[in-house]
Structures are given as structure tokens and as C-alpha cells.
């Protein structure tokens, strides 16, 4: 079946526009999660959804970060007046549930988007 | 704080030599530990989880809560084990991922 697909896959922007990048997750999975892929920070957290809510927003940057996700499945993150420091490969996961028990599903995760801020 | 370290950046041994990547992380719990791996113009996909304790591809790691260590090892690399691998500890409702070691494996 289909993977996590994100769009777009390369996205250049200039310094100070706003930015959205898409995650469509695998069918059915419930939980989505956005990580931040930059050189030398290795993989960051940013936002956790479970279905539509997001019980945890910890790692989202600053206030020019948001995402939202409607109908249980596409999520969007937004990034208003980029900065260069925002430049990175943004990657999302999803996963049937986020905790299973005592244990957790995998996350599967989308190819990313590559966004740089000139 | 919950924190993973994986303290060589990049790693190169020989085909068919030993592979040891290492992970050391700090968790006040009980710890749940990942593998993660992204192979060259691929995904990161799961490589292996402690509490499966299976060998995936001929990889293996045991968690060891004494020394805080979850190393990844392979007795014999083989050229398609280039990559880069992430060691990730579950907290909460996410993953706290090391910083990365890239593992190339020379002919």
C-alpha cells in the first residue's frame, strides 16, 4: 500500500515569506508526527497529532511554527516569516496509535520536504 | 533531561569486519530504544526495537540499563550496511533521536 507521501519534496523560498509543507499519512493511522532534519542537529521533535488534537506542540521552534491536521489525516505545518535558520529537511511520521499498550507502533515515515531559506 | 548520544559522527570499517555503532542514552524510566536506519535516497525506516530482541539483518542490540547502552553491532559488514543510523529513545508520545553515525563500509 501507499506510504507517508509529503509535499512538496524541494520547496526554496526567500527569507521572510511563509511557507506550508503537507503530510498525507498511511490510511487508518491515527497518530502523525512532525520532525525537523537539520545538518548537525541530527532529527528534532516538533509536533505530536493524535487524530486532530495535538497533545503535544514542545517542540515547535517558536510561534512562527504551527500545523494542524483536519479530518484525521493530512496534516500541514506552517512557518511564517522564514528565517535561514529554518532551513532543513522537515520529515513526517504516522503511526496506528501512538502508544499500544505499553509499547509503541512504529512510526513510518514520509520521504520529506527539503526547504531552504535564501 | 531524556537524552540519546551517539558519539561517533561517522564510522568506516571494512567488508566483513565487526560493527559496533554506539548509543548511550539518560531516561528516568523504563527505557524503550530504537535502531532507525536511511539507506541512500530511502526513507528512515525501523532497523530493529529492544524489547523485539531479534537480529535484522544481521544486526543486533542489547539494551543495557546498567551502562545506559544500546549499541548496535553486526559480526560481518557487508557493503549494502552503508547508511545512516539513528538510535531513538521513545518518551511520551515521541522519539528523542541521537544526533546520527554515518557507517560506510569499505570493499
Known amino acids: 500500500g501507499a506510504g507517508v507521501s509529503q509535499s512538496p519534496s524541494n520547496k526554496v523560498t526567500e527569507k521572510g515569506k511563509d511557507v506550508e509543507l503537507r503530510c498525507d499519512p498511511i490510511?487508518?493511522?491515527?497518530?502523525l508526527y512532525w520532525y525537523r532534519q537539520s545538518l548537525g542537529q541530527g532529527l528534532e521533535f516538533l509536533i505530536y497529532f493524535q487524530g486532530n488534537s495535538a497533545p503535544d506542540k514542545s517542540g515547535l521552534p517558536s510561534d512562527r511554527f504551527s500545523a494542524e491536521r483536519t479530518g484525521g489525516s493530512v496534516s500541514t505545518l506552517t512557518i511564517q516569516r522564514t528565517q535561514q535558520e529554518d532551513s532543513a529537511v522537515y520529515l513526517c511520521?504516522?503511526?496506528?496509535?501512538?502508544?499500544?499498550?505499553?509499547?509503541?507502533?512504529?512510526?513510518?515515515f514520509g520521504p520529506g520536504t527539503r526547504l531552504t531559506v535564501l | 533531561a531524556q537524552r540519546v548520544t551517539q558519539p561517533e559522527k561517522l564510522l568506516s570499517v571494512f567488508k566483513g569486519a565487526p560493527v559496533e555503532l554506539k548509543c548511550n542514552y539518560s531516561y528516568s524510566g523504563s527505557p524503550e530504544l530504537f535502531w532507525y536506519v536511511q539507506y541512500s535516497r530511502q526513507r528512515l525506516q525501523l532497523l530493529l526495537r529492544?524489547?523485539s530482541r531479534e537480529s535484522i539483518k544481521g544486526f543486533t542490540a542489547d539494551l543495557n540499563k546498567g551502562e545506559t547502552s544500546f549499541h548496535l553491532k553486526k559480526p560481518f559488514a557487508q557493503e549494502e550496511d552503508s547508511a545512516m543510523y539513528y538510535c531513538a529513545l521513545a518518551k511520551a508520545q515521541k522519539l528523542v533521536f541521537g544526533q546520527g553515525t554515518r557507517l560506510t563500509i569499505n570493499p
Open positions: 529492544h524489547i
Open positions: 490510511s487508518g493511522h491515527t497518530a
Open positions: 511520521a504516522s503511526s496506528p496509535r501512538g502508544l499500544a499498550g505499553v509499547y509503541y507502533n512504529e512510526q513510518f
